[in-house]
């Protein structure tokens, strides 16, 4: 039962959507405005914004080119559908192709995530003639019924029926996987081997595609160490299995060095989706492949909302404010500051396992002290002591014992520093 300012709406919110739906803290907070890196109460509490609506609200709240260009879309036209020619949808699919680095794209948009890597499956699966699928584990690709069948992390996993044939592969989850021990290039080459003899004992035939996060999302912010994708496609590649770099946390500079996560990596993929932060709030998502890969599909494919008017001026405003303004850069300079107050942070705490991510992208991992039982009472414990202190965190991990951060690509130093402060300070009340 909640007891606090909005105990009223968070009854309503029970009572009109589903069970599997909860928001997050004990006495839920309700946003009413955003501007810039903080969002606020209707009574004016204000909240530094460190997680952005799960990584999506990407160039501030109310972004003044982003709001400009979608109020004038909206007061043009808000809808055609590719039935029509519109403007903005194709000038957005041509900005796509040309940043994703992949040959002769295509760009199918769509309203979702998970739509995006629905399409990615329908188009290898049907390339390759093959109903199996290569994830990760530890993966989340999206709720679906396709795209539930390649998450790998049970606490999302909402069924196990599927057309599909997955089979999950090691790889980014180093901590808890066989060889926390090894380093980068042993455990990579230790992944590799273990995907080869994979593919030799339980494939059957032509395996269509690998789909993988090139930094996981939901599952904590697991990092590989990098090259690890490239290693893993040489041998994709000798079975002419597709490679998908599900780009819809990791993509548009986020991680700080690279424009793509899959850039760590060496390597194109033969497609890569994205979705969340290219709209900065608007619905928009896609997937990029080779015209070849895409083209196989030979009958009407249609999304009603895919690349409307509305989310393609949002998504080319986002897109060029990130251009403009060298976000990328600054997402490497504020990401290395963010990191090295989290680093000594978690040095003075034995709760903390490890910190990980790239650039914008952190996150630690609590456990119980000394120990390597995952402590989500921990996480929660930082969830709710950060909101004390005025800053919003998220959560996530396989035992949801992972605090994640993800600010605006546009942060400043005196933005990361108060976090930091919020981060300390709560760390400091935790009860080891
Ligand atoms: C890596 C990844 N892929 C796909 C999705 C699904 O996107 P959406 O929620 O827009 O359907 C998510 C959502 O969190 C994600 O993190």
């Known amino acids: 039962m909640t007891t606090g300012k909005n105990a009223k709406l968070h009854e309503r ?5 589903p069970s599997f739906l909860s928001p997050y803290y004990a006495d839920p907070i309700q946003i009413d405005r955003g501007q810039g890196g903080y969002v606020f109460e209707p009574d004016g509490t204000k909240y530094l914004d460190f997680f952005g609506g799960v990584l999506t609200t990407m160039v501030g709240h109310n972004n003044p080119v982003v709001t400009k260009a979608v109020q004038e879309q909206a007061a043009k036209v808000m809808h055609t559908s590719s039935l029509y020619l519109s403007e903005p949808m194709i ?6 192709a040309d940043l994703s680095g992949i040959p002769d794209a295509r760009v199918f948009l769509t309203p979702s995530g998970t739509e995006a890597n629905d399409a990615a499956l329908l188009f290898a699966t049907s390339y390759r003639k093959s109903n199996q699928i290569l994830a990760m584990r530890n993966s989340y690709h999206g709720r679906s019924f396709s795209t539930q069948a390649i998450t790998s992390h049970s606490a999302w996993s909402s069924t196990s029926i599927s057309g599909l044939q997955v089979t999950f592969v090691q790889g980014p989850y180093q901590l808890r996987s066989p060889h926390p021990e090894l380093d980068g290039a042993a455990y990579t080459q230790s992944c590799v081997d273990d995907l080869s003899q994979l593919l030799t004992m339980t494939s059957a035939g032509d395996v269509a595609a690998l789909i993988a996060e090139p930094i996981q999302g939901v599952g ?9 994708f490239g290693a893993m496609k040489k041998e994709l590649d000798n079975a002419g299995i597709l490679y998908i770099s599900d780009e819809v946390q990791t993509g548009w500079g986020r991680t700080g060095d690279n424009f793509w996560g899959y850039q760590a990596h060496g390597i194109v993929p033969d497609m890569l989706t994205f979705a969340k932060g290219v ?8 997937v990029v492949a080779r015209a070849e890969v895409v083209d ?3 009958v009407l494919n249609f999304s009603t909302f895919g690349g409307n008017p509305l989310s393609a001026a949002g998504g080319l405003a986002t897109i060029n404010y990130v251009l403009d303004n060298n976000l990328q850069a600054n997402a490497k300079a504020m990401g290395d500051r963010f990191r090295s107050g989290l680093d000594a942070m978690a040095a003075k705490h034995d709760w903390i396992a490890e910190v990980r991510g790239r650039g914008l992208m952190q996150a630690f991992e609590t456990v119980a002290p000394g120990t390597m039982e ?19 965190v998220g959560k996530g991990g ?11 690509l546009d942060v400043n ?20």
């Open 374 to 392: 995952p402590s989500p009472a921990h996480a929660t414990a930082m969830l709710e002591g950060t909101k004390t202190h005025g800053l919003l």
């Open 413 to 432: 130093a005196a933005e990361i520093d108060e976090a930091l402060d919020a981060l300390q300070a709560a760390a400091d009340t935790v009860k080891a």
């Open 220 to 228: 904590g912010f697991a990092t590989p160490p990098d090259g690890f």
């Open 296 to 298: 196989t599909i030979k």
């Open 279 to 286: 709209g900065n709030g608007i619905t928009l998502a896609g």
């Open 398 to 408: 396989l035992y949801g014992n992972v605090v994640r951060m993800a600010p605006m």
């Open 13 to 17: 919110y029970k009572r009109a959507l």
């Open 91 to 96: 000038e957005l699919a041509e900005k796509i």
